[in-house]
């Protein structure tokens, strides 16, 4: 993947970079399909200055909200094309006590194989979404963690409302889908990732390519 | 999975219990089908001190011994049984800097979807193996390090041996094969995980399986 984004700001390349990195970990660097980087995973921005507008802040918003939108949409086509890919998974982490709680446990889900193949299958099995959430690492309540798909909660402060099973298949019957586990520690930190479901024809395509 | 280990000898709890872990640590702690986790997974010793036979050291070959390979043979036996799988597969691990890095970077090859599809297509792929050496973390230099599939190298020290790849497939056609992978550090800490191939089946026993 090599991903170039220009703007026709004035920017100075300290600033730039600075505001790269930013966009990079909310977009580029929170997708994935298999958990697999290739050695050449890359994305650049460049300024020409032509439009004259100075930016002296890396988070000024008129820098740093369409670069988010547009490597946005582009990280996200990545997952979209992942191989055997059936729908874009939006998984939402929050009432994580750090960052890093709540990106270690958005990255596990993201990634988890039993998870990605359930919503391959359309089964809300908030089962799988908070085991992974268990043993990503990250603080876990489970007396208070709840897991929604789209809107419908299935798992409510540790209890299961398997009653609403049919409506939450009906959602992940959509070509995209949100998935939303709080990790119930009270802590208000936050994360999002795209990820796609895992279909058989993952496993095909992957084992007949010959290098 | 619950697995019980029984014994005769005489064995404090606490002995006991340290010579476990340490099984443990290099049998069901080293084994992975997708990287999931069951929160009932667990593993017990017991000792009746029928025999009268006294250990004093939780390392006492006499019991270490005997334990590793009831253990390792139970392990190797959830993952042949691993949803889908049709090949055994040990990934050896050495030239690491540290234990660390030895049991990071096996347990990403291990768990690796693009290293087990392509075991699972019969393909000697390096190139995935070393990827996800690379990614793991662990401390790696590409211009020593080496794969070989079974007894067959095909990177040696940097560099590709692609003459070999009939030789490589071969081996992988056997329901059992080891992989090899030396970090090229230099060091000499080494780990062996046992993982199995992902086929098309993992994902259609894992998306119809309703909970």
Request: aromatic share 6%; charged share 20%; net charge negative.
């Amino acid at each position: 993947m090599l991903g170039y984004l220009t703007t026709d700001a004035v920017v100075e390349p300290g600033v730039l970079q600075q505001a790269l990195r930013h966009v990079a970990d909310r977009t580029f660097n929170a997708i994935t399909v298999d958990g697999e980087c290739s050695t050449n995973d890359c994305v650049f921005a460049l300024a020409s200055g032509a439009s004259g507008v100075a930016i002296a802040r890396h988070d000024d918003p008129r820098l740093i909200e369409p670069m988010i939108a547009v490597a946005g949409h582009l990280a996200r086509e990545i997952v979209r094309g992942g191989e055997g890919a059936t729908k874009l998974v939006t998984i939402r982490v929050t009432g994580a006590r750090s960052d890093a709680d709540a990106w270690l446990a958005a990255r596990t889900i993201a990634n988890s194989p039993l998870v990605k193949t359930a919503i391959h299958g359309g089964d809300p099995n908030w089962g799988r979404l908070v085991a992974a959430a268990g043993r990503s690492g990250a603080d876990f309540v489970l007396d208070r963690a709840s897991v929604s798909i789209g809107d419908v909660p299935v798992f409510v402060a540790g209890v299961p409302h398997d009653d609403r099973a049919p409506a939450a298949a009906a959602v992940l019957a959509h070509p995209a889908v949100t998935v939303t586990v709080d990790l119930g520690t009270g802590g208000t930190a936050d994360a999002t990732m795209w990820t796609c479901d895992f279909s058989a024809e993952y496993v095909r395509i992957n084992a007949e390519y010959r290098t």
